[in-house]
T-cell receptor, first 116, second 111 residues
Framework: KAGVTQTPRYLIKTRGQQVTLSCSPISGHRSVSWYQQTPGQGLQFLFEYFSETQRNKGNFPGRFSGRQFSNSRSEMNVSTLELGDSALYLC???????????????FGAGTRLSVL | GQQVMQIPQYQHVQEGEDFTTYCNSSTTLSNIQWYKQRPGGHPVFLIQLVKSGEVKKQKRLTFQFGEAKKNSSLHITATQTTDVGTYFCAGATSGTYKYIFGTGTRLKVLA
């Protein structure tokens, strides 16, 4: 079974630009969560999607948005990039984040975003 | 908001020594998960604890969930160089199932 696939793996953008990251979950997984990982802040929860609906949201500004498609693939978008948005963005999929034994998260390799 | 702290932040041990990381939540958790992230890698699920006072073992790793479901620990007996990495706990509160990750403990094992 293929794992969680994130594209692209690396991205360099300049301040003010926008970026879209993609995540393909494990086949059959319907829950997709996004995290931002930085050396200073650790792993911070961005949002979680299930069946195309955002069920949970972290404490990030509105510049961070996401969506999920009917095939469970998910994208996250960051508009008006700032230097502080440089980070590793991780996507994790599970069968269903709200059901015990189905909520084990499998992480992708991440997209490393550098904002110059 | 909910916060999950881990101590220590860093730990260097000689190979063969034991290692423990502690996880403390500001709120009562419904369940807690532990992950390991190797340098340059992504978090990999280790175990999930659900019940108050629960203890689970995986070979040299022992995981505990506190009676009040606000703290947890991971203990590694006789560390090996393959144990190197950052260990994260991730807790969720009932009703939200939004996983808040701890700050992580970076373990280095000296051969």
């Amino acid at each position: 079974k293929a794992g969680v696939t994130q594209t692209p793996r690396y991205l360099i953008k300049t301040r003010g630009q926008q970026v879209t990251l993609s995540c393909s979950p494990i086949s059959g997984h319907r829950s997709v969560s996004w995290y931002q990982q930085t050396p200073g802040q650790g792993l911070q929860f961005l949002f979680e999607y299930f069946s195309e609906t955002q069920r949970n949201k972290g404490n990030f500004p509105g510049r961070f948005s996401g969506r999920q498609f009917s095939n469970s693939r998910s994208e996250m978008n960051v508009s008006t990039l700032e230097l502080g948005d440089s980070a590793l963005y991780l996507c994790a999929s599970s069968l269903d984040a709200r059901v015990l034994v189905k909520n084990i998260q499998y992480f992708g390799a991440g997209t490393r975003l550098s904002v110059l | 908001g909910q916060q999950v702290m881990q101590i220590p932040q860093y730990q260097h041990v000689q190979e063969g020594e034991d290692f423990t990381t502690y996880c403390n939540s500001s709120t009562t958790l419904s369940n807690i998960q532990w992950y390991k992230q190797r340098p340059g890698g992504h978090p990999v699920f280790l175990i999930q604890l659900v019940k108050s006072g629960e203890v689970k073992k995986q070979k040299r790793l022992t995981f505990q969930f506190g009676e009040a479901k606000k703290n947890s620990s991971l203990h590694i007996t006789a560390t090996q160089t393959t144990d190197v990495g950052t260990y994260f706990c991730a807790g969720a509160t009932s009703g939200t199932y939004k996983y808040i990750f701890g700050t992580g403990t970076r373990l280095k094992v000296l051969a």
